[in-house]
């Protein structure tokens, strides 16, 4: 994940540093104003787990659902706002992603220490894209965004705080006269860590030891194809 955040930061860069160093003759109207859109995706999530006992519970092993892939669909509402006469706008925006992941913790002793299970879900991001218009019907954006996600967990554990972290993509949008659009984007999310701590409260079999801590690193690379209307 680190490596395809690195390699798209990179083209992003490359792409700004072209457009503004040459001439964009390219009007920007067609693209400008309020917009809505249905998407697509195809999202793999990586979740790097760890289980880390500061007491006698032995045998401790964790999973994460790594390179595990989904097709998941969401809305977007944005405006684009038209940044002089060369062709350049800043997409002002939000989106929501139906679906979610999950990741289990395992302890091959199990009068020990029991199964955790955290699950994330109802994802949204709020994003800045700066945009060039390529001709009256092409451009190209790039995009940096927050987003949050809800965190739910199952298991003798405290619940974690809900993820934040920070979203890059790079993408391209076709425009017709009628409004219709239809937009490729590919792109990264880096959550923050989650960390959760036992209770010790879950009895024989299902007790995780208050010594326990259980952490997770989650990503998410995504491609999308989202088809919808300027106004």
Known sequence: MKKLRTILCAVSALVLTSMTTSPLLADSSNFAGPYVGFQMAAVGVELDGQVVSAGDDVGETTTGNVGRTAIIGGLELGYAIPLGDAGVLLDVGANYVAGGAKMRTSNTDTAATADVIFEVDDMYSIFLAPSFALSETSSLFVKLGYTHATVSVSGDVTKPD??????????????????????????????????????????TGKSVSTSTTVTADPSVAYGLISIGMRF
Do not use: H, N
Not at 178 to 189: M, P, R, Y
């Open 162 to 203: 809900d993820m934040e972290g920070a979203t890059y993509a790079i993408g391209t949008r076709t425009v017709l006269e009628s409004g219709l659009f239809i937009k490729s984007e590919a792109g990264i999310t880096e959550f923050d860590t989650l960390s959760s701590k036992g209770l010790g409260q879950g009895g």
